[in-house]
């Protein structure tokens, strides 16, 4: 950026202009192509080809709104979330104090279900008590998994819009993975793209529910990229 940036008058006056008027200026082919490279054609093919090369060469992945992801038992939120009106942070419990919101350990499936007889022979719970046996973690998929280079805070989110604005969970948690309480295994929604985040971010939010006062979401390239 800093070694293109005096090139922006040169672009708007050498390219246009006829070869007799600028065939003194030195550097006239190098100024052209360095022009071509600041344009946003350049720009967006540059960046399709970084994805790809980046998917093909060191494993990133961009997941996309609508893929089904198998899982090896198929959690059931509509019962947890809308039938039971359970808390999505009862299980996702580092939401509100970590990056990632977490998987909940096996331990806090067996906590709840071994005082539930009454679904003990329901398929699913005959494969969640088998892991428990083996004394094995279920490998549970991410559905909502963003590239390496995306650094997506749940705490600052959840604090925010859960705790200091007194939003209901499953609103707060709808805005980025969809109305939970009426999936089974949970589904990607949402595009979860720089400029979706960005269309929020740009809005004037509530800092609290005691106040008029408002603000957005950061700016800075550093806040999601480090």
Not at 34 to 40: M, Q
Not at 49 to 74: M, R, T
Not at 149 to 171: A, D
Request: include cysteine.
């Amino acid at each position: 950026m800093l070694i293109l940036s005096p090139l922006k008058r040169n672009c708007r006056y050498d390219i246009s202009a006829p070869d007799s008027e600028r065939g003194a200026r030195r550097g006239k082919n190098l100024t052209r192509f360095l022009c071509i490279v600041r344009g946003p054609l350049f720009v967006h093919l540059f960046a399709v080809s970084l994805l790809y090369v980046g998917s093909s060469v060191f494993g990133i992945s961009v997941a996309v709104a609508g893929n089904k992801v198998e899982q090896p038992i198929e959690f059931p939120h509509d019962i947890h979330a809308a039938k039971m009106g359970i808390n999505c942070m009862y299980c996702h419990t580092y939401a509100r104090r970590s990056l990632v919101s977490g998987i909940p350990p096996l331990q806090k499936c067996i906590g709840c279900h071994q005082s539930i007889p009454s679904v003990r022979d329901k398929p699913r719970i005959k494969k969640l008590f088998e892991y428990w046996d083996k004394k094995e973690p279920i490998p549970f998929k991410k559905v909502h998994d963003e590239p390496e280079f995306v650094r997506f805070n749940h705490e600052r989110h959840i604090q925010r819009f859960y705790f200091w604005q007194k939003r209901p969970v499953q609103e707060v948690c709808g805005f980025c993975h969809g109305d939970v309480k009426t999936f089974t295994v949970a589904e990607k929604v949402m595009p979860l793209t720089m400029g979706w985040c960005n269309s929020c971010h740009q809005k004037d939010h509530l800092i609290n529910n005691t106040s008029s006062e408002t603000g957005h979401g950061p700016h800075d390239c550093w806040d999601c990229h480090k």
